[in-house]
Each structure stands twice: as structure tokens, then as C-alpha cells.
């Protein structure tokens, strides 16, 4: 297969703090740290995402999601490798089976983007990924499993996959006769919006299988023309698109962002679904909301937006049998 725009984009994306810095025209000062913390977790931010940083501005809410800084190598009470408990819920072939009726595919730990606040700064995708021994062994459990309706790609980022695997991947899920919808959970169409062209939307749609994407914007900047005019083709195709954000200290917490986020996605047909409190990853405490803020934000959206764009406020705790909703309607502390 030749390389599509979208991978030239990809192989082209800035790795080095240095090249971050002058391009954005930072403060030199801020290269030491985030050299440092680059050693943890490596930088990489996609040229179209870095069109819609502010420069000059250290405080940008998008910078802050992709610049490594030093208190990322804080350790924090709490703060852990695996904060969902995703290595002991792994089952053969990197499927994940957690929720009935849906299970989830570690298709890839390549990403085009790699955030800060990231579960997957510690993952042990060699081992994990379904890709590496090819997709029989998550085919087989799902094909063994009739209570199993939906197949959820994720990863990493399974759109970082090329479209020949992905076609034959969706092939082989829509001949499982219990399977109706097939899910995408990516930040492609946000970061990296050409990858939404014309050979994903073949096998995105081209099944019997119901497409459902879920994207990942954490804050309205992040949803420029070059995203909408992605998410445009993707509702153009059927493709039912939904929201995840993680709640971000410095990105996103704050009802105007908030609110300006969920108008902004409305906008674009996407639904609001989930804004997620951080997982406890080890070198992102700098990133958590507490649940009071959590829950005082979430009564001040509340009181301004229609509620079909509010998101429901969850955690992921491991063993649950669904991401849990945190209750935000009462003052008292939770
Ligand atoms: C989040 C998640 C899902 C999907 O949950 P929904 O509530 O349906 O969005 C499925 N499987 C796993 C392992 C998950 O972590
Ligand atoms: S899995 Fe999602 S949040 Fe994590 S680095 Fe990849 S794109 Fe970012």
C-alpha cells in the first residue's frame, strides 16, 4: 500500500522539545524539563495540532496536554502503572471484556499524538496488542461469546493502523453473526484530521456492522475547520459520533470552557458523552480535578446547558462493572 497524506503527516510530526519550543516561540527555559521529561514519555505532536497552539503562550491549553515538564517525574500517593486495572483484565488476543455486550480490542499502542495525562505512558502494549499475533485470537473470543454485540477498536489509537488491516479487521468482525456495532475510539479526527478520508470511510461503513466513533476533544480550540470538515464526512456517512473528554486541570476546568466545548461539539454533530476524572497514572497528578471541583463545575454547566450536551461524569475504577457515574447534584462532599 503507497503512503496515504495522512502517514506522511504522522511520520512528520515534531519529536524533539527543542523543535516544539522554537516553532511555538517558547521560553528557552522550558527546554531542561521538558527534556527530561521527554526521557519518561516521548514528545509527539502531529503539525496539525500544533496550528491551533497559541504562540508564544506557555500556558495553552492544548500545549499543556503534549509538553513534557518536570512534574511528570513527581511520584503521588495513589499514582500508579496501571490505574484501571487493564494488564489483569486482559484476555487472549489483547481483548479487553470488562462490560457485558462489549468488548474491547488493543488493536495498536501507536499513537499520533502522545498525551501527557495519558493510562498508556506505562502500558505494556508489546505484550498486549492484538496486532502482533494478528486478530484470530480476539476473533475467535468474540466469535465464542454470543453475548458480545458490540467490538470496540481501541488501543493506543486504533486509527494509527493502516486501512488494509483495519478492512480486513472489520471483514472478520462483521462475519461474527452476534455482532451488531462496530465502535472506534480514536483522537485521530482531532489530531490528525486527514486521517478521515476515503479508504477509512470504506470500511468504517462498509459493513453490515453499525459504526459508532467515540473522538476525544478535551477543549473547543482543539475543533478547528480542518476537524469539523473531518467529523463532516464521517455524519455524512452515518457514522454516529460521540465525545470523550478527560477533566484537566489547566486544559479544561472551567464551566466556560466547558460549556463552550459541548456548544462546539453540537455544532459539529457530535454527542457529549463522557467527561472522565483522570486515571491515577503515575507522572500526570499535576493534571487531576478533585471530585468537589469535579462536581461544582458540573452544577455550573449544568445550570447553563441544554441537557443533551451535558456529559455524564464518571471514573473508571477497576472491577466495576461500568465506568461509574459520580454523583454532582449535592453540595456536600462526596
Ligand atoms: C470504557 C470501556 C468500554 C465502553 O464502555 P461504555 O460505557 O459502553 O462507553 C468497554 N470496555 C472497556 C474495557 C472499557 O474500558
Ligand atoms: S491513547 Fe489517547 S490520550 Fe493516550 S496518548 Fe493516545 S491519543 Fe493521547
Not at 516553532?23 to 516521548?42: I, Q
Not at 508564544?56 to 511520584?75: C, T
Request: one cysteine or more.
Amino acid at each position: 500500500m503507497s503512503t496515504a497524506p495522512w502517514q506522511r503527516e504522522w511520520q512528520n510530526a515534531i519529536r524533539h522539545p527543542a523543535s516544539l519550543l522554537k516553532r511555538l516561540g517558547l521560553d528557552a527555559s522550558l527546554l531542561e524539563p521538558a527534556t527530561r521529561a521527554d526521557r519518561l514519555f516521548e514528545l509527539r505532536v502531529p503539525e496539525a495540532y500544533l496550528q491551533r497552539i497559541e504562540p508564544g503562550n506557555r500556558h495553552d491549553p492544548l500545549l499543556r496536554q503534549v509538553l513534557p515538564v518536570d512534574a511528570e517525574s513527581a511520584d503521588s500517593a495513589g499514582f500508579g502503572d496501571d490505574p484501571v486495572g487493564d494488564h489483569a483484565s486482559l484476555a487472549n488476543g489483547g481483548v479487553i471484556h470488562k462490560y457485558r455486550g462489549r468488548a474491547l480490542l488493543i488493536t495498536t499502542g501507536a499513537c499520533a499524538i502522545n498525551c501527557r495525562y495519558c493510562f498508556r505512558r506505562h502500558f505494556p502494549y508489546a505484550d498486549a496488542n492484538a496486532s502482533s499475533g494478528q486478530w484470530a485470537g480476539a476473533i475467535d473470543y468474540l466469535r465464542a461469546d454470543p453475548s458480545i454485540s458490540e467490538a470496540i477498536l481501541s488501543g493506543g489509537d486504533p486509527l494509527s493502523l493502516n486501512d488494509r488491516r483495519l478492512g480486513a479487521l472489520s471483514e472478520a468482525l462483521a462475519s461474527i453473526p452476534h455482532l451488531r456495532r462496530l465502535r472506534v475510539h480514536s483522537r485521530m479526527p482531532v489530531v490528525l484530521p486527514s486521517r478521515i478520508d476515503g479508504a477509512l470511510l470504506e470500511w468504517l461503513t462498509g459493513t453490515r456492522l453499525t459504526p459508532v466513533m467515540v473522538i476525544h476533544a478535551n477543549h473547543p480550540n482543539e475543533l478547528d475547520g480542518r476537524v469539523a470538515d473531518a467529523l463532516q464526512r464521517l455524519t455524512a456517512r452515518g457514522v454516529r459520533l460521540y465525545n470523550q473528554a478527560v477533566l484537566l486541570r489547566g486544559v479544561n476546568d472551567d464551566a466556560a470552557t466547558l460549556e463552550a466545548l459541548g456548544e462546539r461539539l453540537f455544532e459539529l454533530g457530535v454527542q457529549p458523552y463522557y467527561l472522565h476524572l483522570l486515571d491515577r497514572v503515575r507522572g500526570a497528578a499535576h493534571f487531576e480535578v478533585d471530585d468537589a471541583t469535579a462536581a461544582a463545575l458540573m452544577r455550573a454547566l449544568a445550570a447553563v446547558t441544554p441537557g443533551y450536551m451535558l456529559p455524564r461524569l464518571v471514573r473508571e475504577v477497576a472491577g466495576e462493572p461500568w465506568k461509574v457515574p459520580i454523583d454532582w447534584t449535592r453540595h456536600a462532599p462526596m
